[in-house]
């Protein structure tokens, strides 16, 4: 039961254009997210999140957009830049029965290209 | 400042062993949390730790076992390696377990195990 599903393996984008990277999620009771870049040999670095009670997140380039009533939220990188060419990991967290649990996507791959 | 840091790097066993791994988390930051990463999907998490208890735990069997100790370092033992445990096992760290940006995690290089 995949709680949280980014359904796009990978993207190519050109340099300077919008990326777009989507994750859809089932569990209502999910009440932060996060989205984290990775490069090969490398753990998954941190990029930005957001809490349920928001709708959107900025910062610098990205921006992370929560459509809670579609269970919804997508990252933006605007503008797109040859670096940011990494997997794309969506993932959300959950406190319920004193406990806490953290899902991932299985993510993106986005290739920028020059 | 040092990232989170994990030892041994790479690691390969027989089936039916028993593994530590070991994770250093960023200075100040008091919880850890372990992760599995298999080929081609994302991290699946298999515990959190606070202040030396556990506060998460995925849907790993009881072989998988962790514990954190008094610096904030932590420790995961897996018993009677399969096979299917082979995958990279990511250590994580953050100031304190959800409390608003404080879930933000940062991850180490991780172990690569291989269980032959």
């Known amino acids: 039961d995949q709680q949280v599903k980014q359904n796009s393996p990978s993207l190519s984008v050109q340099e300077g254009r919008i990326s777009i990277l989507n994750c859809d999620y089932t569990?209502?009771?999910?009440?932060?997210f996060l989205w984290y870049k990775k490069y090969p040999a490398e753990g998954p670095t941190f990029l930005i999140s957001?809490?349920?009670?928001?709708d959107k997140n900025e910062d610098g380039r990205f921006t992370v957009f929560l459509n809670k009533s579609a269970k919804h939220l997508s990252l933006h990188i605007v503008p797109s830049q040859p670096g940011d060419s990494a997997v794309y990991f969506c993932?959300?967290?959950?406190?319920?029965?004193?406990?806490?649990?953290?899902?991932f996507g299985t993510g993106t791959r986005l290739k920028v290209l020059a | 400042d040092a990232g989170v840091t994990q030892s041994p790097t790479h690691l390969i066993k027989t089936r039916g062993q028993h593994v530590t791994l070991r994770c250093s988390p960023i200075?100040?930051?008091?919880?850890v949390s372990w992760y599995q990463q298999v080929l081609g999907q994302g991290p699946q998490f298999i515990f959190q730790?606070?202040?030396?208890?556990?506060?998460g735990r995925g849907n790993f069997p009881d072989r998988f076992s962790a514990r954190q100790f008094p610096n904030y370092s932590s420790e995961l033992n897996v018993n009677a390696l399969l096979l299917g445990d082979s995958a990279l096992y990511l250590c994580a760290s953050s100031l304190n377990p959800g409390e608003g940006p404080t879930y933000e995690q940062y991850f180490g290089p991780g172990t690569r195990l291989t269980v032959t």
């Open positions: 200075s100040g930051h008091k919880s």
């Open positions: 730790y606070y202040e030396k208890e556990e506060r």
């Open positions: 957001i809490s349920s009670i928001k």
């Open positions: 569990n209502s009771m999910f009440d932060y």
């Open positions: 993932a959300a967290s959950a406190y319920t029965s004193g406990t806490y649990k953290y899902i």
